[in-house]
């Protein structure tokens, strides 16, 4: 690896597992994810267009990856034997205030539609240009600015209680 390489790629991997852990909601998949990213970059770093920017195509193989995995996992659901689960993932944190926030802030997240929730995520979070987002998921910029308004319009509804979360059971119903 080049000097240039390493130093264009490392300050970026911080970002990159953020983003990936929001996408994933796996700490280990998203960790993978990064990893194959990473792989990736490293590969082929000789495509990447000299004038253009490394931290822009870094989060663009990562959405890639991951949207890859994520239409593959709808696909076939992970089984996990009860062997194998981490008895710390029962434990339940204390109810405060601002962790109750917190997750209803990332309830109301999964309930954007997904290419809300990403362009909002790499603008918001991970600090991307407009520009950026908009060469990281291969759209026109003007779609990144309007998905960006109706992201934050929608996130506000959510979290205020105008709009109401439809819940995974909402479309069953009660026969007699």
């Given amino acids: 690896m080049t000097q240039d390489m390493i130093h264009l790629i490392e300050p970026n991997i911080p970002a990159l597992r953020r983003y990936a ?7 280990g ?15 082929r770093w000789h495509q990447r267009r000299k004038d253009g920017d490394a931290r822009a195509w870094m989060f663009a193989i990562l959405h890639n990856l991951a949207m890859t995995r994520l239409r593959h996992s709808t696909r076939r659901p992970l089984h996990v034997g009860l062997d194998d689960v981490n008895e710390h993932a029962f434990a339940v944190a204390a109810r405060q205030e601002d962790r109750l926030h917190y997750r209803d802030l990332l309830n109301a997240l999964d309930h954007l539609p997904e290419e809300q929730k990403t362009v909002l995520l790499l603008v918001t979070v ?7 987002t908009a060469q990281a998921l291969g759209i026109p910029i003007g779609t990144v600015m309007s998905r960006l ?9 959510l979290m205020s209680g105008e709009i109401q979360q439809q819940s995974s059971h909402s479309h069953l119903r009660s026969v007699k």
């Fill in 21 to 27: 852990r929001a996408l994933m909601k796996d700490p």
């Fill in 29 to 43: 998949a998203a960790d993978d994810l990064v990893q194959d990213c990473l792989e990736r970059a490293i590969e």
């Fill in 126 to 132: 991970e600090d991307l240009s407009y520009a950026d």
């Fill in 149 to 157: 308004s109706r992201a934050r319009e929608r996130l506000s509804k």
